[in-house]
Nanobody, 115 residues
């Protein structure tokens, strides 16, 4: 079974940047779609960005122009570059991969944007 492990979260000041990584224990080529979701306290988990095996991307309106999702198949890793971070970006960020109609989730990494 493929495992997804996120890293790169932490505490950052408003306006700062972070890069999240999602490493797969196994090839990510089998994932048709990979993405990042986030869940703030007391709220539902929502889509942040997804990237298809073709390289096409989709972003939530709230992060367009600030976040960039990318994938490196050779390293079996998906990245989320987050710039111009805002306090409302504070959440646990989860990596998700979809393969054969099955969802695989990572354990999540905390991102806190605060001065």
């Amino acid at each position: 079974q493929v495992q997804l492990v996120e890293s790169g979260g932490g505490l950052v000041q408003p306006g700062g940047s972070l890069r999240l990584s999602c490493a797969a224990a196994g090839s990510i080529r089998s994932f048709n779609v990979m993405g990042w979701y986030r869940q703030a306290p007391g709220k539902q988990r929502v889509l942040v960005a997804i990237i298809a095996s073709s390289g096409s991307t989709t972003y939530a309106d709230s992060v367009k122009g600030r976040f960039t999702i990318s994938r490196d198949n050779a390293k079996s890793t998906v990245y989320l570059q987050m710039n111009s971070l805002k306090p409302e970006d504070t959440a646990v960020y989860y990596c998700k991969g979809i393969s054969g109609g099955v969802d695989f989730w990572g354990q999540g990494t905390q991102v806190t944007v605060s001065s």
